[in-house]
């Protein structure tokens, strides 16, 4: 009889280690698939997908739970509980940051303390009642460890038993990999979207694979070499697309003032709530008819989990984020041949960040000097009173009020300027004082949707606002403006409110369309072509700048096309290998017809070939900045690389405390400061 309960029979097994055991692993199982089920959405399309998606979570909780196995009498009780808490804390930790991401985190994501701070101002708004349910099991399980625990022995299971959970775990994830290899063959080779690991593999089972993957990632910099760089100079110069010799240098010498919209999807452009236009003066700017502005009405935002970070790598490198993890933190060290750079040693611009958020926030004010940004306007040149700030950061309005001066500044330089203004207000969860909404609420019964429009109005506002002191302190008339959405603000888990705004469902293709954002730029002397069709993104930025400037962008690598040449690429890769042309879409290993909204059952070998070269794309892009592959490569022979060690931010302490409203000169230091930078560079100031 003793020794059937030291084996754990059926009668007793409820109160022995392997029966507590037995019971966590079943409620750990349990619980992720309900979460997998009720708050991703991973695209569940097959009975062979749902079958692996329940049994997935069995592997690792055998894995990780059975670790306790190998602690002796009340420590076995205990690590249980602890490994059984920090997986809950990792699931939800899952569950919040997909809510505003629509991706998995990831190791290094959650490394990324020096955002912390910022991003807790929006994690408050993304917690929902019902998250409470997902402690249930763990309080259950400390309850029946403290009324069991007396009962169990002091000595330690049998080696084997432990030896043969974990055995039991690595068989389970190997079955589990062999079907889901059936259903997704190269599934650990194509690792583009996290949503197919997460969803054949599970959460658990991604994280590890993404840490290996980074490992390897970042071994990759001490193998490469200048031979890895041809086979990138060889793809982007078969890109290249030719510049339209109408706009080529057009805007030579001009101000490039660029505002960057947060979270601004393209919908908003002429709609209506309430009888009311959300942003009249934006759209007033699409239709006008005295040919100002040029307005992409089928741009779209390629960034990943860097969101606006990845964005502005985008649009100022040419070069896509990467699959994991944001660019600007895990690769902020790199060499890089940016736009600020560029514009500096052909044009002799200055480049200037205004951002009313702290200067540490995704890495900023340290990647900004490895791209060349001359200057940096954060938070600590701002009046950051409470009446002036909410959610993010400093509030739109009394954001560009502050930077006008800054801006007039820059226009007493020695050249032109290239200033890059970066709003917040318009940023998940999209909160907004009384006293500044000026349009009523949507009516869902999501609040955050509801909001979203409120926050759109005030950004429009701030926007009008700008543009009349642009024209009053004469920075207008001359000036390149360029105006773009970062990237999504509504992500898929407010799919059934958004179905209500758009008259219809939110199906794979309708999310993908809603990943335009606007683009629209004003050329001086140039006539706008009004609305361009064209299938764009923000990768084809910088080579369009650079052509309107007169430098020939081919010097450089980059992935993207010149968007007025008449040999633009018209496909648009998103970070997860999806990608939209003009006539198809490909998304979620799908092809559509654009026309039709309908999967195209047999997809032609030419759009497998655009599948392929996307996909080849997005892994060159990786090479360089796994590799830091452009240290290898040369652009033009007088090319000067960027020093990061010659540029300098934030606003001195004694100006600080003294209030002195001088703006200092928070450029690149002097000779006498760094004699390194003098020797590399010999333009200090402008």
């Known amino acids: 009889m003793e020794k059937l309960q030291k084996l754990g029979n059926v009668k007793n097994l409820k109160s022995t280690k392997m029966g507590f055991f037995l019971l966590a692993l079943l409620l750990f199982w349990f619980k992720t698939y309900i979460i997998y089920i009720t708050e991703f959405n991973l695209g569940i399309n097959n009975v062979l997908q749902h079958f692996l998606l329940f049994i997935n979570p069995l592997s690792s909780g055998l894995v990780l739970l059975g670790f306790a196995l190998f602690f002796k009498g009340k420590r076995f009780g205990i690590s249980l509980l602890i490994i059984d808490a920090l997986l809950t804390l990792f699931m939800y930790s899952n569950i919040i940051f997909y809510r505003d991401y629509d991706t998995f985190i990831t190791i290094q994501t959650l490394m990324q303390t020096e955002n912390a701070g910022s991003i807790s101002k929006s994690i408050i708004g993304l917690f929902e009642w019902h998250d409470l349910l997902y402690t249930l099991d763990l309080i259950g399980l400390t309850a029946l460890f403290v009324k069991w625990k007396a009962g169990w022995t002091v000595t330690r299971l049998s080696w084997k038993r432990p030896f043969a959970v974990l055995a039991s775990g690595v068989i389970v994830f190997t079955v589990n990999l062999g079907l889901a290899e059936i259903d997704r063959p190269q599934l650990l080779e194509r690792v583009f979207d996290n949503n197919y690991i997460v969803k054949y593999l599970g959460a658990p089972n991604f994280a590890v694979f993404n840490t290996m993957q980074t490992v390897k990632a970042n071994a990759k910099r001490s193998m490469a070499s200048s031979d890895d760089i ?11 697309a030719e510049p339209n010799a109408e706009y080529f240098g057009k805007a030579e010498g001009k101000n490039i003032i660029k505002i960057h919209l947060e979270s601004f999807q393209s919908f908003l452009i002429d709609y209506k709530l309430h009888g009311e236009e959300v942003t009249p003066f934006l759209n007033s700017l699409v239709h006008d008819e005295s040919k100002n502005f040029t307005y992409f009405d089928n741009f779209f935002h390629q960034t990943g989990q860097g969101k606006t970070a990845d964005a502005e790598f985008l649009m100022d490198n040419s070069l896509y984020g990467l699959p994991q993890g944001a660019a600007f933190v895990t690769k902020g060290t790199n060499t890089y041949q940016s736009m600020p750079a560029i514009l500096d040693q052909k044009q002799n611009y200055t480049s200037a960040i205004f951002h ?3 200067k540490s926030f995704w890495n ?14 954060d938070s600590s040149y701002y009046d950051m009173s409470e009446d002036k700030v909410i959610n993010y950061g400093l509030k739109d309005k009394p954001f560009f009020k502050q930077s006008m001066p800054m801006l007039k500044d820059l226009d007493k330089q020695n050249g032109p300027f290239y200033a890059h203004m970066l709003t917040l207000t318009h940023h998940y969860n999209f909160k907004l004082d009384k006293g500044d909404a000026s349009i009523a609420p949507a009516n869902t019964d999501d609040g955050t949707v509801n909001r979203y429009f409120q926050t759109a109005r005030y950004l429009d506002e701030s926007l009008k606002q700008f543009f ?3 024209k ?9 403006i360029m105006i773009y959405g970062d990237h999504q603000g509504i992500s898929q888990n407010h799919n059934q409110a958004m179905s209500k705004i758009t008259g219809e469902e939110i199906t794979p293709l309708k999310n993908a369309n809603l990943q335009r954002v606007p683009y629209m730029i004003r050329i001086p002397g140039v006539d706008s072509q009004g609305i361009n069709h064209e299938y764009t993104g923000q990768v084809d930025v910088m080579p369009t700048m650079l052509h309107l400037l007169g430098i020939n962008a081919n010097d450089y690598i980059q992935f ?8 633009h690429r018209e496909f648009v890769p998103f970070r997860n290998g999806d990608f939209m042309t003009d006539d198809y879409s490909y998304v979620q290993n799908t092809f559509f017809d654009n026309v039709t909204g309908e999967p195209i059952e047999e997809p032609t070998e030419d759009m497998k070939e655009m599948r392929n070269q996307v996909h080849f794309e997005l892994s060159l892009n990786d090479e360089v900045l796994n590799g830091d592959l452009l240290r290898f490569y040369e652009p033009t022979e007088d090319w000067k ?7 300098q931010y934030g606003k001195p302490d004694d100006e600080k405390e003294s209030g002195d409203e001088d703006k200092p000169d928070n450029d690149k230091t002097s000779a006498e400061d760094n004699t390194d930078a003098n020797m590399n560079k ?5």
Request: proline share 3%.
């Open 641 to 647: 690389p960027i020093n990061p060690n010659q540029y």
């Open 364 to 377: 900023r004010n340290q990647v900004y000097k490895y791209m060349g940004v001359d200057k940096f306007y």
């Open 468 to 470: 009349h002191d642009l």
């Open 472 to 480: 009053e302190k004469g920075l207008y008339k001359d000036s390149v």
């Open 682 to 686: 010999t333009k200090n100031n402008k």
């Open 560 to 567: 993207g096309t010149d968007m007025f040449s008449e040999e």
């Open 230 to 240: 041809n086979k990138v100079e060889n793809y982007t110069n078969k890109k290249y």
């Open 356 to 358: 009313g958020d702290d």
